[in-house]
């Protein structure tokens, strides 16, 4: 056959399946709060599936166990930044910088 007349074959890539991010180990529950913090952006929203790397089914129990735990006041609908994790869940708060308050007395106006 000519060059011209050849058929364009595209090769064939292998490509490489990447890990989840879930170990079959981890349970997706509300109480997991270590592995729910890790699908939740910085402004407390839930990671789409792209970002997350999860399949469907590991999705929507991820984002059911997020709401549930906000339901229950586990995890803020929105992250403050005083309220971090550190290793093994324990929950480490931080102190805000304190206002003074004054004590001086209002003068009542004259009429």
């Not at 599936?49 to 997020?66: C, G, P």
């Not at 229950?72 to 324990?90: D, E, M, Q, T």
């Amino acid at each position: 056959m000519d060059k011209s007349k050849r058929l364009f074959l595209k090769s064939k890539q292998s490509f490489r399946r990447s890990l989840s991010p879930i170990q079959s180990g981890d349970r997706i529950d509300y109480k997991n709060m270590i592995l729910l913090y890790r699908f939740i952006s910085q402004q407390g929203k839930i990671l789409s599936r792209r970002v997350n790397r999860l399949t469907l089914k590991q999705q929507r129990l991820i984002t059911i166990a997020i709401k549930q735990a906000r339901i229950l006041s586990s995890l803020p609908f929105v992250n403050a930044p005083l309220l971090r994790f550190v290793n093994k869940g324990k929950k480490k708060f931080e102190k805000s910088k304190s206002t003074t308050r004054t004590t001086t007395v209002l003068k009542k106006k004259k009429r």
